[in-house]
């Protein structure tokens, strides 16, 4: 078994605004790991660099692990920079050598100014610092990858095992399964490639999420892999789970609380997961970046359907022309797609919210994008949400159509009289005007809330009249040959992009939560809670 050692606690701590610390530095203070700092005073709302270091004990080749941190870093071991973060949110995995043994220096050097990559524009807080568990592996001489597991047939329980080794030649491998069924395979020059029949295997699903067990050993190494079989499909303008039709209802999810920011918890993300999960919901989309580990587990283990996502808000054609801008979309979606293969609860991946899909000249790069996630995951459904609905020009690349349409909001201006009979012909053109053959997914749909403030006339920005437009969408979604929801948005999350009337982020705070932020129920929740899960199988 291999020895792993959690770097979550007390950090050095040093922030020094834009001039770039020097190394080794001086620090000033401690920071908890994981931790936002500049939720911390004095550092609230400051934007620089920030350095953490800790000395650790280690010796030869290692594994760190970072899980998500932001917005971009630098990572040091004893001076030597060992790995870069490029990608707020994204899991980091770096393997490197730590020396002789004894106490070394880790440094990770965060700069939470905006990037190419995260904008000022976005409408979700840019949050600087360590989101998620720090870990370090000590690894044998020769190592063992990550494994990742597909089920290739659910009906037959036929899997297939992908993993590499750090050694050339022919290696003996052993399989062994939770079941207890054991398996002698090999390691060609580094790669072991094989496909089986699990017997007395169990299938995942939402209602039964069974999960096995894997333990791949060679030479002195031996990982061990959750995996669950199941298959998630689309068929004309149907999802299917394990060849039964499902359809989603679901929310969309950001990682944020006003406490922590994109730190969130694991005991709030599991308060997220059974919130949603007792309700009936049976979809997250993890709107916009890959999210935490802990919440992945949990939807594992819950039976919690996930869409997951790279970075990327409202990117413009002109951004996505930039041929490196373009390839650091690629190198996200590859990184995701290894670091989760092996969750049963990912069904779908996802990228580009709201791109300029309208334009032809984005059609390549939606496509490059498909095909390098299609590369490493023959299985997976693939799709990008669109804000370009009937002008969309790029739903033909894709498996699942994904719009996000604001019928009874954005869809009307403040000077018109909205109202929620606008729900169905909206989404009735909309669905007519999308490919007949793919399912249509309704990836994002809302109205701003805030909490307490309720009228019978059910006026804009009440509770009220938020629950009667999400009620609505939900009852399309149940009568209609539509193949889900996931609302805008689960919980109110930190913003600062604002503008007039109904564009207004009143508070600093996107209000589209169905529970408020610090997951309050709006009347929203109640009301769905009625219609989720009864509805979900049909
Ligand atoms: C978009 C976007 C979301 C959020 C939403 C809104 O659809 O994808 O991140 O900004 O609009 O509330 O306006």
């Not at 904008?119 to 044998?140: C, E, K, M, N």
């Not at 030479?219 to 989603?248: P, Q, T, Y």
Request: proline letters at 5%; one cysteine or more; hydrophobic letters at 40%.
């Amino acid at each position: 078994m291999r020895y792993i050692q959690t770097l979550n606690g007390i950090w050095d701590f040093a922030f020094t605004g834009d001039r770039r610390p020097e190394m080794p530095f001086k620090p000033d203070r401690t920071m908890v790991v994981p931790g936002c700092f500049d939720l911390i005073e004095p550092y609230c709302g400051r934007r620089g660099y920030a350095v953490y270091a800790k000395k650790v004990r280690a010796s030869g080749m290692n594994l760190l692990e970072i899980d998500g941190a932001g917005i971009a870093g630098e990572i040091f071991w004893d001076g030597t920079r060992i790995g870069v973060i490029k990608y707020a949110y994204m899991p980091e995995s770096i393997v490197f050598d730590a020396g002789s043994d004894g106490n070394h220096t880790l440094t990770i050097m965060l700069d939470n100014r905006y990037n190419e990559q995260f904008h000022p524009g976005f409408d979700f807080f840019a949050d600087g610092g360590i989101y998620g568990d720090v870990t370090l592996t000590a690894l044998p001489r020769h190592y063992l990858s990550r494994m990742r597991i597909s089920t290739e047939d659910y009906r037959t329980g036929k899997i297939r095992v992908r993993a590499e080794y750090s050694k050339a030649g022919t290696v003996p491998a052993q399989l062994t399964f939770d079941t207890g069924f054991q398996l002698d395979t090999k390691f060609m020059d580094g790669v072991l490639d094989c496909t089986l029949l699990l017997p007395d295997f169990r299938l995942w699903s939402v209602d039964a999420p069974c999960l096995h067990t894997l333990t791949l050993t060679a030479g002195e190494d031996e990982i061990r892999e959750n995996f669950g079989l199941r298959e998630f499909s689309a068929s004309g303008r149907k999802l299917l789970l394990n060849g039964k039709a499902v359809k989603l209802y679901g929310v969309n999810r950001h990682e944020s609380h006003p406490t922590t920011g994109a730190a969130v918890p694991p005991q709030i993300i599991q308060t997220d997961v059974s919130m949603l999960k007792n309700a009936g919901f049976n979809f997250i989309r993890g709107s916009h970046y890959p999210q935490r580990k802990t919440l992945l587990e949990l939807c594992d283990r819950m039976g919690m359907l996930v869409w997951e996502e790279a970075l990327g808000w409202g990117l413009k054609a002109a951004d996505l022309a930039k041929e490196e801008f373009a390839d650091s979309q690629l190198e996200q979606v590859t990184q995701m797609t290894c670091h989760s293969f092996n969750h049963p609860c990912i069904v779908m991946r996802g990228f580009l919210n709201e791109t300029e899909s309208q334009l032809p000249e984005v059609r390549p790069v939606i496509k490059a994008l498909y095909d390098r996630i299609r590369a490493l995951d023959e299985h997976i459904l693939i799709t990008f949400a669109s804000n370009k609905y009937e002008r969309d020009v790029c739903t033909d690349l894709v498996d699942v159509v994904s719009m996000n349409p604001y019928p009874g909001w954005y869809d009307s201006r403040p000077d018109a009289v909205s109202t929620v009979d606008q729900v169905f012909p909206r989404l009735d053109a909309l669905s007519a005007a999308l490919p007949q053959d793919k399912p249509f997914l309704i990836s994002e749909i809302g109205a701003e809330a805030l909490l307490g403030f309720r009228d019978p006339l059910k006026t804009y920005w009440t509770e009220d009249y938020q629950a009667e437009l999400l009620k609505k969408v939900f009852e399309y979604v149940a009568e209609k040959d539509c193949a889900g929801v996931s609302i805008w948005q689960y919980a109110d999350t930190r913003s600062y992009v604002s503008g007039p009337g109904i564009f207004a982020r009143a508070r600093g705070f996107n209000n589209k939560g169905i529970v408020d932020e610090y997951r309050r129920p709006k009347l929203a929740w109640n009301e769905l809670q009625k219609f989720s899960g009864k509805k979900a199988e049909k």
